[in-house]
Every structure is written in C-alpha cells, then in structure tokens.
C-alpha cells in the first residue's frame, strides 16, 4: 500500500511564500515522476510542477518565476516552494507520484488559501 501525504499548506497573505511538502511511503519500488497539481473552487484540477528522477522540472505557466520543486529520492519527498503568491493560486494542491511502471499515486491534497 503506497501513501502519499501532503503537508504545509494553510492561509498566506498574497505576496507571502509557503512550503509543501509531500512524502511518499509504502510499496512503491521507483518513483520516477512526482508532481504538484491545484484544483480552485470551479475549477479542473491542473499541473503546477512536475519533476522527474533526473530533476527535470516543468512549471505551468502561471507559477513559472514564482514556484519552485524539488525532490529528494533518498527520502522519496517532494517538496514545492511557493514565492509571490497570489490570490489565484488559493486551491487544494494534491502531490502525485508515478512509478516506473506507470503507476500513478495520489495524496489527499492540502488547502493553500491566499488572501488578505
């Protein structure tokens, strides 16, 4: 059984930064791509940032210049630094991990709420 688990998220005030957190355990052999998604009140859940096992990243573009992922494979935690924020970007961030097998795995995802 593979959890995935988020953590970090909470009220920021617009301009302000917050860190997520996502560990991974479980029966999960390789993680090969761990990404960030967002879903707004309304809105389809959408990518944020995705980083591979090289550490290739891709950022939507909406968060590029202001987020940043990273990831430790030895601790099988993903981490996204959120700089700058902005109202918009109030949703539920979920983390997802995917295996070399092309499994995919979710977390239960963290309310990061931007607001005066």
């Known amino acids: 059984q593979v959890q995935v688990v988020e953590s970090g998220g909470g009220l920021v005030q617009p301009g302000g930064s917050a860190r997520l957190s996502c560990a991974v355990s479980g029966n999960i052999f390789t993680i090969y791509v761990m990404g960030w998604y967002r879903q707004a009140p309304g809105q389809q859940r959408e990518l944020v940032a995705t980083?591979?096992?090289?550490?290739?990243?891709n950022y939507a573009n909406s968060v590029k210049g202001r987020f940043a992922i990273s990831r430790d494979n030895a601790k099988n935690t993903v981490h996204l630094q959120m700089n700058s924020l902005k109202p918009e970007d109030t949703a539920v961030y979920y983390c997802k991990v995917r295996d070399s097998w092309s499994n995919e795995f979710w977390g239960q995802g963290t309310q990061v709420t931007v607001s005066s």
């Open positions: 980083i591979s096992r090289s550490d290739t990243t």
